[in-house]
């Protein structure tokens, strides 16, 4: 699971007593994160039977997930602002799980066993209650998140395949019908489940800003060893049915102000920003869009006729292809190639790999970190199978 974005790690020696003392416990247990992780799931799992089946049949892919959110917003808990907004996320998320208020109790009691025994060079009473009490906090925030959201929201939609276009070998074009109304804003992103692979969810961006058919469409590419994605490129088939979570992301457009967009999509990247330029156009603002389309090939330029007719009914939108093999450069090298860029607020989407050199490349020529947005690059490492 993804660090709160923007929650920049604090200097060992600053922050409350309690920070101090969990991020001790988690300095003491890092070199021995994955037997922590195997022990915190058998302890679980044997103490509590019942909550094996909110689990995937195979938890070698995202068996750490839970885990590694509760210890990430740990090691925050004097962010509070950032905090708040990532577990209310968390908690909202996990209801698709079918995670319930009384199952919190349980997971907090293994997380201190599993902690307690891998940190004993360090452990104390004092060290416990610190923990107990940035456990308290957290799973509050979920709960409470979770209880306002059932109020208004499904714990998950499910959806019909309506339409299944295969672009390349690799990528396939989804278009799905939910069940009951989807609100999500454009630069956003939902998780999916499969019926090949239940309990397993996967990330994908929305391809277009809202329909007024209600209609939702992802595009996905199959990756190596990618359970979720090859059985939606390969397998799924119109009238197939899908789950999905809760919209999520704040990947999206500020209409409060009019400054200018610089969109970076690498690959299936391209999909949040397609959405974002068809919400600038919905609300007809004017703003200057630029937009840089990388791939590997050409042949990898899947949605490049899309963008090309955005570009032509819409005077204040550019789309350039940057592809690799031809000019022998990638986005990053674009974003230093062209620009000014003062003006603009930045947003990328793609592999994990692109988000980081064009986040290095935008700070580089003196972007604020706060005009740049893309999504947590955690979560696309998990997304990406
Ligand atoms: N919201 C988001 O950020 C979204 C992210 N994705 C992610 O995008 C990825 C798409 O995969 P593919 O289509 O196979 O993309 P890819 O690996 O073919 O890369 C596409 C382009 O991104 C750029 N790029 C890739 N790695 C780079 C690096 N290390 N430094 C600089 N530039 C780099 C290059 O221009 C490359 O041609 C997946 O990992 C998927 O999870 C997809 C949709 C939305």
Redesign the pocket.
Known sequence: MSPPEGAATAPAEAGSPDALLIRRAMAEVGPVADKVTSYFYALLFVRHPDLRSLFPAAMDTQRDRLLRALLTAAEHIDNKEVLVDYLQNLGRGHRKYGTRAEHYPAVGECLIGALSKYAAGVWNAEMEAAWVRAYTTISQVMIDAAAADELRAPAWWYAEIVTHDLRTPD?AVVTIRPDQPYPFLAGQ?TSVETPWWPRIWR???FASAPRSDGLLSF?V?A?PAGWVSNALVHRARPGDIIRLGPPA?S?TVDHTTDSGLLCLG???????IKALVEDVAEHGDRRPVEVFY???TDH?LYDIDTMLRLQQSHPWLSVRA???QQANQ???DAIRAYGPWNEFDAY???????????VDALRDIGIPSDRIR??SVEE?VA??S
Do not use: E, F, N
């Not at 990328?348 to 064009?358: F, W």
């Open positions: 990528v992103y990330h994908y961006s595009h590419k990756v992301g990947m690498g690959g299936t990247g391209i999909a949040p990388g791939a590997r990898d940057i592809i690799d990638q986005l990053p990328l989407s793609g592999p994990p790999g692109m988000i980081r050199s064009s893309h999504d696309l997304a990406g």
